[in-house]
C-alpha cells in the first residue's frame, strides 16, 4: 500500500496498528477512477483506486483512408476542443494503425499531446487538421456527391437537359462541402440539389 520506510519502523516500534492507514501511490497524477467507498471492504488483489499521469495524453483522431499513404510517423497535428474555446492544441503521430475500420472505412491514428497545466480532459472530443501536402482541389456542396457502389459521382452541367454522370475522386471538406481532387473541371457547373433522385430517376429509365 505504498508504506514509507518511517511508517515501517513506526510500526515496528510500537507494535500498534494506526487506524487510519496513508496510502501512497507509486506514480504522481490524478486519481480517474475510485473503488472502494467510506467503511467499506477490500479484498486481496482488489483495486483501490487508478491513478493516471495526464501530463501527457493520447489523441485519437479518425482519418480518410484515402489519406493514409501521405500519413507519416512524428507529423504535427493541430486540434480544437468546444470545451476550450478560441484555444488551440498541437502534437505529433505517434502511432497509424495498420487497417481501415470496416464500419466508418477511415483511418485512425494515435497521437502524443503534451499537456501542460492539464487543461486538456481524457474524454474530450476534439477537431483536428493533419497537412499531408497540397493538392489542388474544387470545393462543391455535398449535395450534389452521391456514390455507386463506393465510387463517387456528379452529374454536370451542359447548358441542356442532358446531365452527364461523371466520376470524381475526393472527400469531404468542412461543413456541408465536398472536395474534389479528381475527375472534375473548375468551370464544370454540376447540380448540387438532386443529385440523388436525378440519378434514381436515370437508373429507372435505364
Not at 52 to 62: E, G, I, K, P, V
Not at 101 to 119: A, E, K, S, W
Not at 122 to 139: D, L, S
Not at 142 to 166: C, M, N, W
Amino acid at each position: 500500500l505504498g508504506a514509507s520506510d518511517a511508517d515501517i519502523a513506526t510500526l515496528a516500534k510500537t507494535g500498534q496498528v494506526e487506524q487510519y492507514l496513508q496510502v501512497r501511490a507509486p506514480i504522481s497524477g490524478v486519481i480517474t477512477q475510485r473503488n472502494v467507498d467510506p467503511g467499506g471492504y477490500l479484498n486481496i488483489g482488489d483495486t483501490l483506486m487508478t491513478v493516471a499521469n495526464t501530463d501527457s495524453l493520447w489523441l485519437y483522431f479518425n482519418t480518410y483512408d484515402a489519406d493514409y499513404a501521405k500519413l507519416r510517423i512524428g507529423e504535427e497535428v493541430t486540434f480544437q476542443t468546444s470545451s476550450l474555446p478560441g484555444d488551440s492544441f498541437s502534437g505529433h503521430v505517434s502511432f497509424i494503425a495498420p487497417g481501415i475500420d470496416p464500419v466508418t472505412h477511415t483511418l485512425q491514428i494515435r497521437c502524443d499531446i503534451p499537456n501542460p497545466g492539464m487543461r486538456l480532459r481524457p474524454e474530450m472530443f476534439v477537431n483536428g487538421q493533419i497537412k499531408t501536402g497540397e493538392q489542388q482541389a474544387w470545393v462543391i456542396p455535398k449535395s450534389a456527391v452521391f456514390s455507386i457502389r463506393e465510387q463517387d459521382y456528379v452529374f454536370a452541367q451542359d447548358g441542356t437537359r442532358h446531365y452527364p454522370r461523371l466520376p470524381v475522386k475526393g472527400h469531404a471538406f468542412e461543413s456541408g462541402q465536398y472536395a474534389i481532387t479528381d475527375g472534375l473541371g473548375g468551370t464544370i457547373p454540376v447540380v448540387s440539389d438532386g443529385a440523388v433522385l436525378l440519378n434514381q430517376m436515370l437508373e429507372q429509365n435505364s
